[in-house]
Each structure stands twice: as structure tokens, then as C-alpha cells.
């Protein structure tokens, strides 16, 4: 079971700036169409790659299995720990947005939490830059991740090396 809900440890980064491309377009279409059920496909996307990487998410195998390998760019390895972090920050924030909107019929502010969730997803998407990977390194500097979930966060010369 627990190899079952393994997270992949490194990461593809241009895989998950690709399936956070998806999560862009799928949040904006939510929010420009009013499209208040689309917030649990989001929901559940977040919550399947947390558990368990790409392997139950529809986005997830379309972006690894389709997308990535027919684009002209090499892998860039990146450590898993602080990718399953932010998609554990993306399943809280879609999950309450889909609480939101369809349990309690707020639509406008579900659909203020799917603008946040676009506006962190937009910068991995395009700049690279993992707002979720930031908070975990900062976690990590704080001490409130232990060292040992992620040693080749603190080595990153040991990702130069392989």
C-alpha cells in the first residue's frame, strides 16, 4: 500500500510546470465560465498527486505520459519532498474552494481562492518558481521540517554531482 501512495523522489520539473499549466486553465475556466463544479475535478487532481504522484491523476498521466515525452526538453530532476508539499497546499486550497462553492454556495469566495490557487500555479507554470517549494524550504530553515524528509534539499550540490 504504501508503494501504492508514493510520491515520485526527484520530480520532472517540466512535468510539473506542465500539470500546473493545466491547473491554470482549468481554475480560470471555473472562475471566467462560472463554473463552480469544476473545482472537484481541481480538488480531486490535487488530492490524487499528493497521495500518490501522477499515477491517479488524469492530468497527471496526460501531462507524463503524452505531453512531456513529445516535447523537445530534457528532464530537469528536482526533489520530490517540496513538490508533494505544494500539491498538498493546492489540495487544501481547492478543496476549500469546492466546499465553498457547492457545500455552502459561495461562489465568489470559492472562486477568490481559485484566483490565489491560479495566481501560485501561473508563477511554476511560467517562471518556474514553486511558491509551495519556497514555504517548504523555509519550513526546513526553520526547523519545522526535519532534515531527513528531504536530504537533497539541503545538498544542492548533490544534484549537480548526479
Do not use: H
Not at 1 to 11: D, Y
Not at 17 to 34: H, P, T, Y
Amino acid at each position: 500500500m504504501s508503494r501504492l501512495l508514493s510520491f515520485p523522489n526527484p520530480v520532472n520539473e517540466v512535468s510539473a510546470r506542465l500539470v500546473a499549466a493545466g491547473v491554470v486553465v482549468m481554475s480560470v475556466a471555473a472562475v471566467a465560465l462560472d463554473l463552480p463544479w469544476l473545482t472537484v475535478p481541481i480538488a480531486y487532481g490535487f488530492i490524487a498527486r499528493v497521495s500518490a504522484g501522477p499515477r491517479f491523476s488524469p492530468l497527471g498521466q496526460f501531462v507524463t505520459r503524452v505531453l512531456t515525452p513529445r516535447l523537445p526538453f530534457e528532464a530537469k530532476l528536482v526533489p520530490g519532498p517540496p513538490k508533494r508539499f505544494a500539491q498538498g497546499m493546492g489540495a487544501v486550497m481547492s478543496t476549500a474552494a469546492a466546499v465553498l462553492a457547492l457545500g455552502f454556495g459561495l461562489t465568489t469566495a470559492a472562486y477568490v481562492v481559485l484566483g490565489a490557487l491560479a495566481a501560485a500555479a501561473t508563477l511554476e507554470a511560467a517562471l518556474g518558481f514553486c511558491l509551495g517549494c519556497k514555504i517548504f524550504a523555509l519550513g526546513m530553515r526553520l526547523g519545522l521540517v526535519p532534515e531527513e524528509v528531504c536530504a537533497d534539499c539541503n545538498d544542492i550540490w548533490a544534484r549537480a554531482r548526479a
